[in-house]
């Protein structure tokens, strides 16, 4: 009987992600218009059917004083830091002299990594918010800004009462086309405001977390706020005078995926020898087929990953080998395949159903469409044909050999 030792070594090394957010501070009149938009992906093990991102933008603007009303809408209002003034204007029922705001249309805007993997996030401005002040009468006295119904917009978030400074908070919900959009108001009074807020509340779509390597992804777009007939992407209507009419949206998307990798104790050690046993050999003189041993493990995965292997006795052919360590006698070829249910091949799509390993190939990146969770997986090793009845030869004899199959979580 001949006895055959291979201690496998899987390993896999754990991507280990720093998170950098940078914020400018800028010395000067009036603060800079950046604003930043964050949002995260980590995958719950306990919830694998979560695969989009979550905000996690700190809030500002108009839903600080609405935060029911927005979550159960998801909504979600940033203050521009925008300030100045508008004149008002009271013979104007609608149009650039009254309550306005012209909206963008929606816009992409590319996110890199840090290594240059690049994506594309789709930025919908939704709604926008005003709240303006008399800037000659400030207190229970002062005029409101507008009132009645609005032209072109749905009037969801607002402050407005007669002898209220804080005239109004208006959101926008005509999002279904792409066009310029526009919200008037009828301006009742011809006195001067504050802008003392210019909020926007926004939709964005990103790309799925699952088909984004681990790490931080950044972009960002700008946006030009000001009167009718300077070409601002916001249009605040006529005589209005701003402090900054710039607004800078920067993105920082954070994906940090889930890999565990799980093997049952004694795993490091695979034995071959044929199916059944050796009884058909020893009894009989038959020749097994193969000499093999299947390694069972399970894995659990919400990205990429890629799957390379090392060998201590290496073949000229890319395959690894087994040595005789008793007498001198030829290496046996070792054929190693891995199966993943649930996986696919990342460049060819294929499913992950005993596939080669050797050392001369490239790391081969696998994925999946969902967080994969705990799913049974092998590898398999086995000595074939020819080879078999090689070893057979040198009976008594001890062969061994050292395969590493690495598990690299960040490919």
């Known amino acids: 009987m001949i006895r055959q030792f291979l201690p496998i070594v899987l390993s896999r090394r754990v991507l280990r992600v720093l998170c950098l957010l940078a914020f400018a501070a800028v010395v000067g009149r009036a603060p800079a218009a950046d604003i930043h938009i964050t949002a995260e992906f980590k995958p719950d093990i306990n919830d694998p059917n ?28 940033i203050d521009t830091k925008v300030r100045g003034t508008k004149q ?38 939704i709604g926008a918010a005003l709240r303006l002040r008399d800037v000659a009468q400030d207190g229970p006295n002062s005029h409101p800004a507008s009132k009645g119904a ?25 999002d279904g086309g792409d066009g310029y959009q526009v919200c008037t108001l009828h301006w009742i009074d011809s006195n001067d405001y504050w802008v003392e ?9 990103t790309p799925s977390p699952l088909q984004m390597r681990s790490g931080v992804y ?42 565990q990798l799980d ?17 058909q050999w020893s009894d009989h003189g038959i020749v097994p087929k193969a000499l093999e041993r299947e390694v069972p493990f399970t894995l659990s995965s919400s990205g990429q990953f890629s799957v390379s292997m090392q060998c201590q006795y290496p073949l000229p052919d890319g395959r690894c080998a087994i040595r005789n360590l008793t007498e001198a006698a030829p290496d046996a070829p070792l054929d190693i395949t891995l199966t ?3 996986f696919r091949d990342a460049l060819s799509g294929a499913d992950v159903v005993g596939k080669t390993l050797t050392t001369d190939m490239l790391p081969t990146v696998f994925t999946a469409d969902a967080f994969v969770i705990r799913r049974p997986s092998q590898l398999r090793f086995a000595v074939t044909g020819e080879a078999v009845e090689e070893m057979l030869e040198h009976p008594g004899s001890h062969y061994r050999g050292d395969v590493t199959v690495i598990f690299d979580a960040d490919p």
């Open 50 to 77: 979560k695969r989009e991102f979550v905000n996690t933008t700190p809030w500002s603007g108009v839903c600080l004083n609405h935060m029911a009303l927005c979550i159960s809408n998801n909504w979600w209002s």
């Open 88 to 125: 008002g204007n009271r013979g104007s029922l609608h149009g650039p002299g009254s309550f306005h705001i012209g909206m963008p249309p929606p816009r992409q805007v590319e996110v890199v990594s840090e290594d240059g993997h690049a994506f594309i996030v789709d930025l919908k401005m």
């Open 150 to 174: 609005a032209q072109g917009c749905a009037i969801s978030l607002s402050n407005a009462r007669t002898n209220n400074y804080s005239v109004m908070r208006m959101f926008n919900r005509n």
């Open 197 to 205: 807020e210019f909020d926007f509340t926004y939709a964005l779509t």
């Open 218 to 259: 950044t972009g960002s777009t700008t946006y030009r706020v000001g009167g009718t007939g300077e070409g601002a992407d916001f249009d605040l209507g006529d005589d209005v005078v701003l402090d900054d009419n710039s607004v800078t949206v920067h993105f920082s998307l954070t994906v940090q995926h889930a890999f």
């Open 263 to 279: 093997l049952p104790p004694g795993s490091d050690r695979a034995v071959l020898a044929p199916k059944g046993g050796w009884t």
């Open 340 to 342: 993943l249910p649930g």
